[in-house]
């Protein structure tokens, strides 16, 4: 949620799982691709926060992978940020 909000001036901190996922399609349009997979890794990840599940290894491996992936994509070199001095919502 940090990185959506940082990168792409999306208020994800602020807003419930489903009031983030209803924005999308409004959204900037290099996220259009990624709408089915954001919706998903955000209802997951609610589960076990809110839900207490506990997922399998092989369930938190992949969301690892699909986060790593989005972020690769989506990033902007021309974009630097020293992590230490970004802020903290």
């Known amino acids: 949620r940090r990185y959506l909000s940082w990168r792409f001036g999306l208020r994800a901190l602020m807003q419930t799982?489903?009031?983030?996922?209803?924005?999308?399609?409004?959204?900037?349009?290099?996220?259009?691709?990624?709408?089915?997979?954001?919706?998903?890794?955000?209802?997951s990840f609610d589960l076990v926060k809110f839900a207490r599940h506990r997922p399998q290894r092989s369930e938190v491996e992949d969301?690892?992978?699909?986060?790593?992936?989005?972020?690769?994509?989506?990033?902007?070199?021309?974009?630097l940020v020293d992590p230490a001095a970004a802020p903290r919502p």
């Open 63 to 79: 969301a690892i992978r699909r986060v790593r992936e989005f972020i690769e994509r989506t990033a902007d070199e021309r974009v």
């Open 17 to 43: 799982t489903e009031e983030f996922v209803a924005g999308l399609p409004g959204a900037e349009r290099a996220l259009a691709p990624y709408h089915p997979v954001l919706g998903t890794l955000l209802a």
